[in-house]
């Protein structure tokens, strides 16, 4: 009966499936395992709101998806929290980006934004009228002033002069009507066909610092946001079949006539942002108490998994770490085909994220480190709602280590790859990109003075990681976690600039690793040990003529009996920045001797004592000093090793290539 | 084959193609690797007892930066391992027409590879036509693939996406086919070495059209048991783990990757088999 069914070519047509189906099966990357999240102590003194909400928004916004544009209206509480009357109001229209290739954000000749992407169809923001109940009638906008401070062809900047000077601590309600023309995505907002990501969509105004400046700027393509906290309470009009996803929590969802009103109260947050498209398939979790809407396009149930599984895994974690997340649901979007550039972004409570479907079957983990990364900003950017525009390390760099170090808790050492025996990690690869451009630009400059967002990347987000990495490595995690800890819990629904953040590292790790992590972010501070000159040699009795109490004696050359042997290898120090280092003399018969240097000076001799001669001196030997300009001279042995792991593993896979490619 | 047949040395050829067909690929590849190994060599990664064990380490920190430090000279050894493997791909296609003639007629080794010899233009032709037949195809897929409209699909919820799942299913499938054919083909080349291609293709294009369903599905499931093979060694090296101290674990890993192309062999040479009972002009068709 086998044998006869196995003759059928049908039979066998299904066995092959099932042995591909078997092999793609045993190929899936594991999931991390359910008790990876390490606890910290809960917090003791954690604040649950700002101390004041200065500016609140109500909206009221009509999305017509033909024309891809969003009328809106609603009003906009304000209070002046200086100590300073304001007789201006600064806002950002920064939709306006996108009005034409003159813009500060477009105007490059090589292409705009991040990915160097060009619009195709432009986008704005038009104020229709803006009026101050506390002032009158009187329409102001007209007021306005016509283009950016000091940038004629960019309009994303706006003053808007008042007719009378707000004093401290005095509340205005400002009533708005406006339309937000959407662009093609070129950057995190915009529509693509009938996806819309509508972000940055309304006249906001710029955050007002304690001295009574606004913290005003025009949009340019490295920098991004910086805002009041307030409660933002909007109203959407879309069509019914539209399904939606936005900051905040979704108080109540009616249909009427064709119509979709979907409000949605979002407090204590700095920004509003919303998704709106008819194909979305829609994945919901309670995770860690919070209400998770994962939101992809059909066929993409993989990637919906794995989101989710990042967000179980990397939620908890950042709430052990950087404090509870004091919200009751997150929305995380993945843009369809031809609007991934608005993937990877976070605004309050909605996060995007994105890769192609198949990457969650190859063994990359990119998925996954964009979700983490984009989760994490709700702590850095969110919660410690710094100026992204003028520190941008403060978000980017220290949320790329808080990434890092909960993929690490939840994948391990594969915490960017893991397939075929090699396990890849993120911070091995944000390593070696940053450390070729450490020495370019210093990481801690504010985004629009980086001279490319190459560089920005690599400084930013890459060298800031591997330098704090550096850190809690070299200082001790258990410390480094309490000192950042303490910092987000003092600065949480705060606008922490970098002092703040020194400070509490000061506090927690003391003066010399507060003073490396200063030279390292901020002055292009740098470092390189390397080895040098190892000598191994018998030990030998002293010899040549002697003065004895009995006379001149001669000593021929011998070696000790006991046969021991005597090494000797050099560890030098480039660069400005001095970090404690271990070193590692190995002999040859594998007994280990440890010694430690200070980094002070430019060198250390060290010197070996032992029954078999020394072999081999290796620096750092636990990759404490990732910010080690080059790991290749951190080793010096007496006989180099062979490459039989690579080529065996090469030889392989040529092999296998030349099985399957030939004619 | 008898242990009679053994002995007379009849099956000396089929023998030695066989071994052939694994020295090819083990061979072959390493030293397709000996350019980039030696520049791998040359790195500072390698001043240590513990050899390339470093590279393979967890977090692969120093993989990392010799990627970065030596890319350029890695890139310069790859070119290199690149003319070797068009070297390789013309021994490999030798090994195979071995296997092919042997299979055939099971003869003494010399008489295999004099036969053998006169039909080596034509398999080269049989091949290049394929090789670029299955380029064209790669093309056309991603040519698809750029095309196809994902956002004008249905709302199912499936795990790939529709448009995309069925430009995957299609190039796969056409490739599949394409295979099978190139692989009859080249059992009528061995077969019958003076017919003309074109008589050839007309023949085993009807053989196939009339039994495509035998045909296919035994392509396929020889194709999924290596594919599991494959996927089975993976994981066997996963656990063996290179990274860790032990010269044993690098000769398990050998020993893996050795029985992983040994097999490969086995399951090209099942086939093979299978085809030409399927195609000999007096078996039942």
New interface residues.
């Given amino acids: 009966m086998l044998a006869s069914l196995w003759r059928s070519g049908w039979a066998r047509l299904a066995a092959g499936v099932l042995c591909y189906g078997v092999a793609f099966a045993i190929s899936l990357p594991r999931p991390p395992p359910a008790n990876a999240v390490r606890a910290l102590p809960p917090a003791s003194n954690e604040r649950r709101a700002p101390d004041v909400l200065p500016a609140s928004y109500q909206l009221h916004a009509r999305l017509d998806p033909n024309t891809h544009v969003v009328f809106g209206r609603g009003s906009i509480e304000w209070q002046n929290t200086s100590r300073v009357e304001v007789p201006s109001l600064f806002f950002h229209l920064y939709l306006n980006a996108f009005k034409n290739d003159g813009t500060l954000f477009l105007r490059s000749p090589f292409g705009a934004g991040r990915d160097g992407t060009r619009a195709t169809q432009f986008g704005f923001t038009d104020v229709k009228t803006l009026k101050v109940r506390e002032f009158g009638a009187e329409d102001l906008w007209p007021r306005h002033a016509p283009h950016s401070p000091n940038d004629p062809a960019d309009e994303t900047d706006i003053e808007l002069p008042l007719p009378r000077a707000v004093k401290p601590g005095e509340r205005i309600t400002l009533d708005v009507e406006f339309e937000a023309h959407l662009p093609q995505i070129v950057e995190r907002t915009g529509f693509e066909r009938s996806f819309h990501l509508v972000a940055q969509w309304f006249p906001k105004l710029a955050r007002l610092e304690p001295d009574g400046s606004f913290a005003h700027f025009p949009f340019h393509a490295q920098a991004e946001f910086y805002a009041d906290f307030g409660r933002y309470d909007v109203t959407l009009e879309l069509p019914e079949n539209f399904r939606v996803g936005a900051s905040g929590q979704r108080v109540s969802d009616t249909v009427a006539n064709g119509v979709r009103r979907v409000r949605f109260v979002a407090e204590p947050v700095h920004d509003f942002a919303w998704t709106a498209w008819e194909h979305f398939v829609e994945r919901r979790e309670k995770i860690h108490g919070v209400d998770v809407t994962v939101l992809t396009p059909p066929g993409h149930a993989q990637s919906a998994a794995v989101t989710l599984e990042s967000v179980r895994a990397s939620l908890p974690y950042f709430s052990n770490h950087f404090g509870s997340y004091p919200y009751s649901t997150l929305t995380v979007v993945h843009p369809p085909v031809g609007a991934e550039s608005a993937g990877g972004m976070e605004y309050p409570t909605l996060i995007t994220t994105g890769a192609p479907w198949y990457l969650p079957f190859t063994g990359a983990r990119g998925l996954e480190a964009v979700t983490v990364h984009e989760l994490g900003h709700q702590w850095f950017y969110g919660l410690l709602a710094s100026n992204e525009a003028r520190f941008p390390f403060l978000d980017e760099g220290i949320n790329s280590f808080a990434e890092h170090a909960a993929l690490k808790a939840a994948y391990g050492a594969g915490s960017a790859f893991s397939g075929f025996g090699l396990q890849l990690s993120e911070t091995a690869l944000f390593r070696a990109v940053s450390v070729a451009r450490a020495e370019d630009e210093a990481a801690a400059g504010a985004a629009d003075q980086f001279s490319t967002f190459r560089n920005l990347g690599a400084l930013v987000y890459s060298r800031t990681a591997t330098v704090l990495e550096t850190i809690a490595r070299v200082y001790g995690r258990a410390k480094f976690d309490r000192a950042l800890r303490a910092y987000t819990e003092t600065q949480r629904f705060r606008h922490p600039d970098p002092e703040a953040f020194f400070a509490a590292l000061r506090e927690g790790l003391g003066e010399d690793a507060v003073t490396v992590l200063r030279k390292a972010l901020s002055e292009r501070g740098r470092v390189n040990y390397f080895a040098r000159e190892l000598q191994t040699a018998r030990k030998q009795v002293p010899a040549g003529y002697f003065e004895r109490s009995s006379g001149r004696e001669l000593v021929t050359r011998s070696t000790t009996p006991a046969g021991e042997h005597l090494g000797r290898v050099t560890v030098y120090r480039h660069g400005d920045l001095e970090l404690p280092v271990d070193v590692l003399l190995v002999a040859e018969d594998g007994t280990e001797q440890r010694a430690n240097w200070d980094g002070r000076g430019a060198f250390r001799v060290f010197d070996y004592v032992g029954d078999s001669p020394l072999a081999f001196a290796l620096i750092d030997p636990e990759h404490k000093l990732l910010i080690d300009a080059d790991l290749s001279d951190n080793q010096v042995a007496v006989r180099k090793a062979t490459a039989s792991r690579i080529h065996e593993r090469l030889a392989y896979w040529a092999g296998l290539l030349l099985g399957g490619v030939e004619p | 084959m008898s242990e009679r047949e053994a002995r007379s040395g009849k099956h000396s050829g089929l023998w030695f193609a066989l071994v052939s067909a694994w020295l090819?690929?083990?061979l072959?590849?390493?030293v397709?690797?000996?350019p980039?190994?030696?520049s791998?060599?040359q790195?500072?990664?390698?001043?240590?007892?513990?050899?390339?064990?470093v590279?393979?380490e967890?977090?692969?920190?120093?993989?990392?930066?010799?990627?970065?430090?030596d890319g350029a000279n890695l890139l310069a050894a790859l070119r290199a391992?690149a003319v070797l493997?068009s070297l390789?791909?013309l021994l490999?296609?030798c090994s195979?027409l071995l296997l092919y003639t042997a299979i055939a007629e099971p003869r003494p080794l010399l008489e295999v590879a004099t036969r053998a010899l006169t039909s080596v233009p034509r398999?080269?032709v049989?091949?290049?036509a394929?090789?670029l037949a299955r380029v064209l195809l790669v093309l056309l897929g991603l040519l698809l693939a750029a095309s196809v409209d994902?956002?004008a699909?249905?709302?199912?919820?499936?795990?790939?996406?529709?448009p995309?799942?069925l430009v995957l299913l299609t190039i796969t499938l056409t490739s599949g086919v394409l295979m099978l054919l190139a692989d009859v083909m080249r059992v009528g080349l061995v077969l019958a070495p003076r017919v003309g291609l074109r008589r050839l293709f007309d023949e085993s294009l009807s053989r196939l059209r009339l039994?495509?369903?035998?045909?296919?599905?035994?392509?396929?499931?020889?194709?999924?048991?290596a594919?599991?093979v494959?996927?089975?060694a993976?994981?066997a090296?996963?656990w063996?783990?290179?990274?860790q101290p032990g010269a044993y674990r690098?000769a398990a890993?050998?020993g893996v990757?050795q029985a992983?192309?040994l097999t490969?062999v086995g399951i090209?040479y099942v086939w093979a088999r299978w085809l030409f009972a399927r195609l000999r002009p007096d078996s039942a068709g």
Wanted: proline share 1%; with cysteine; glycine share 10%.
């Fill in positions: 090819a690929r083990a072959g590849g390493w397709i690797a000996l980039v190994s030696l791998v060599s790195s500072g990664a390698l001043a240590s007892p513990a050899g390339d064990r590279l393979f967890a977090e692969a920190l120093w993989l990392a930066e010799l990627l970065r430090r391992s493997l390789g791909l490999r296609a195979s398999w080269l049989l091949g290049g394929e090789l994902s956002l699909f249905s709302k199912n919820e499936l795990w790939l996406s529709l995309e799942l039994e495509f369903s035998a045909f296919f599905g035994s392509f396929l499931a020889l194709c999924g048991a594919a599991l494959f996927a089975l993976a994981r090296v996963e063996l783990d290179v990274g690098v890993v050998f990757h992983t192309l490969l090209e």
